[in-house]
């Protein structure tokens, strides 16, 4: 179950368009959040907000240089995310289902 948890704090954090879109900006490098800031209509503090949710799942890095916070894609999470996605979507041995036995009674299974 802690498995599925901390992925699905990263799906809650993506959940918002506007997180997505800036995951979708970092995807080409990293950003100055006053740049990041220019794509949006949103105050420092909402963006600042937002920001605190990607780096807190985990997805996205921050650094800070002087007065500005630049942010990136944390390319460990990235990865694992994808390798995450694809296991739960594919047919495995040791998956949930196979746990389950067979359909309840009464049930044909073949209709």
């Known amino acids: 179950m802690e498995w599925y948890q901390a992925y699905a704090a990263v799906f809650k954090a993506l959940g918002d368009p506007k997180r997505a879109m800036i995951v979708d900006m970092l995807s080409c490098g990293e950003l100055c959040a006053c740049k990041i800031l ?6 420092q503090s909402t963006l600042s907000h937002h ?13 800070n240089e002087g007065k500005w916070t630049y942010y990136s894609l944390n390319e460990e999470t990235v990865n694992k995310l994808k390798q995450f996605l694809c296991t739960i979507t594919s047919d495995k041995e040791n998956c949930i289902c196979k746990t389950l036995g067979n359909c309840c009674e009464g049930c044909d299974d073949h209709e």
Do not use: Y
């Not at 220019?38 to 105050?43: D, G, N, R």
């Not at 920001?51 to 650094?63: D, F, H």
């Open 51 to 63: 920001m605190k949710i990607l780096c807190e799942c985990g997805l996205v890095n921050a650094r």
């Open 38 to 43: 220019e794509s949006f209509h949103m105050s």
